[in-house]
């Protein structure tokens, strides 16, 4: 499994460091603390604080859990009437073809959107690294539905919770790292994230009266900054 140690003023700071050069998040890793740190006397000859950051092994295997889907993803859907029919068939299909078990639960809104919850064994395949392969095999369902039916259906699909899970700790993230911009203030720049991701991040922090957010970059690799504001 990859790991890496980083020394920094502080352990948020180190294992921040770490995050960036493994390019993972904190719910994808173990944290070690080494050392926690030490201010000096007046600020001087202080100690560092050190941490190792390991990347769990379900996100090791993330990558290899993508491919797979993209691999498995049949040309033409199975026969069905529906979009429930559809989704469901299709899903099958790429489920068996992983060698995966695992139930199906989808239910259909009002306003054209079709929920699915997969559950089983071995489901951090199908979230992969960052919920990239959940993403990718939500994309595919939907376009395996929406070329078969007349009117447009949102495909939401989500295995253990997970997309409610992320927004927590992608709320958390915000909220803490918002806390080092006014801590250290500086501006802090997060990981490259999908645009759900950043909207999460844009949002918890909008009402915010010490830091404002924007993004930069190019996608993939399209980045939130928390900007402190000044003052106090």
Do not use: C
């Not at 379900?58 to 009437?81: F, H, I, M, N």
């Not at 595919?140 to 009117?151: I, K, Y």
Request: glycine share 6%; net charge negative.
């Amino acid at each position: 499994m990859k790991s890496v140690i980083k020394n920094a003023k502080s352990v948020d700071e180190a294992v921040a460091a770490a995050l960036a050069e493994l390019n993972v998040t904190e719910d994808m890793v173990t944290v070690e603390v080494l050392e926690e740190g030490k201010k000096g006397f007046l600020g001087l000859a202080g100690r560092d604080a050190s941490v190792r950051v390991t990347v769990n092994e379900e996100s090791a295997d993330a990558d290899e859990g993508k491919e797979a889907v993209l691999s498995a993803a049949p040309a033409d859907t199975a026969d069905g009437d529906s979009p429930i029919e559809i989704a469901e068939n299709f899903l099958k299909q790429i489920l068996a073809s992983m060698e995966l078990e695992a139930d199906l639960s989808i239910q259909s809104g009002d306003d054209n959107t079709v929920e699915i919850d997969i559950t089983g064994d071995d489901m951090g395949i199908l979230i992969g690294r960052r919920g990239e392969t959940l993403s990718a095999l939500q994309y595919l369902t939907s376009l395996a539905v929406n070329r078969r039916t007349e009117d447009y259906y949102r495909i939401v699909l989500d295995t253990e919770n997970y997309k409610k899970r992320r927004e927590e700790t992608l709320k958390r993230l915000a909220k803490k790292l918002a806390g080092n911009a006014v801590r250290y203030r500086r501006n802090v720049t997060l990981e490259a994230m999908s645009p759900y991701e950043r909207r999460v991040i844009h949002s918890e922090l909008q009402n915010d009266p010490m830091v404002t957010t924007y993004s930069t970059g190019e996608e993939p690799n399209r980045k939130v900054v928390i900007v402190y504001k000044g003052g106090k």
